[in-house]
């Protein structure tokens, strides 16, 4: 089974954009039942981007039943984080790289070398970019992990209103 790990910008703007949680609950009953049948997960540093907020959003994160599905179930694997911001991102980062990179490595090493996970985000390629301002879908490439955005999400899991 695929296992889509997905980065904190996807839920923050499809709450923002499209699918507001008050106004189109359909799409976050869906994914409350992706990530009950373990097709959805976050990890914890990007769940925690998000459910920090007092806004509808964090809170609908935070009721027991979407948090105890969505969150990935297992501890960081630190050699997996440090292979991410080593050869994703750069040799030698610095602390104020690092701080600018943020929770993204979290999201990237959750998926690497695990052939049924992919990462979700809305973030753009910018293949010029380097270090701390390379983009998640040019970290993924590099690291030959597989990425795709939103709405490729929305199609593969089949979300419609019906």
Known sequence: MTVYVVDADVLIRANADFYPVDRVPQFWTWILRQAQSGTVK??????????GSLDILGRWLNHPDVKAAIII??????????????????????????????????????????????????EVSSPKKLRANRKIPDVCRTLKVDVITDYELYRRLNFNTK
Do not use: C
């Open 42 to 51: 976050m990890t914890q540093q990007n769940f925690d981007e998000v459910a």
């Open 73 to 122: 179930q297992e501890r960081t694997d630190r050699s997996k984080l440090q292979h991410v911001l080593d050869y994703g991102y750069g040799l030698n980062l610095n602390d104020i790289e690092i701080h600018e990179i943020g929770r993204d490595p979290f999201l990237i090493a959750a998926a690497l070398w695990n052939a049924d996970r992919v990462v979700v985000t809305r």
